[in-house]
């Protein structure tokens, strides 16, 4: 599974498809982008002085960002769920 998290777009990227609106703010202030396949991965960062760094391990990631890749995956499902529930409502709101 590919995730790409890019935090001014406040987007988390799955195998490609992108869910907008997630909170990042929480991730380091410098903090841009991660690009991680399952296995490997890198962390770029916004500084220029700042090289990527490599990341070969989830607790790497976890480390570096200060907050578990996992939760930053269930807040990519929350937000899906909080997006459904608003589309349906609407289509609910419509059929009144």
Do not use: C
């Amino acid at each position: 599974m590919k995730i790409t998290i890019i935090k001014d777009d406040q987007a988390v990227y799955e195998n490609g498809v992108a869910i907008m609106g997630i909170d990042l703010s929480d991730l380091p202030e410098d903090f841009h982008a991660l690009q991680w396949d399952g296995n490997t991965g890198h962390i770029e960062w916004k500084t220029v002085t700042t090289p990527n760094q490599s990341v070969s391990t989830e607790s790497e990631i976890d480390s570096v960002l200060g907050i578990p890749l996992t939760q930053i995956k269930g807040r990519r499902t929350a937000r899906i769920a909080e997006i459904e529930a608003k589309a349906k409502a609407e289509v609910e709101a419509e059929n009144e």
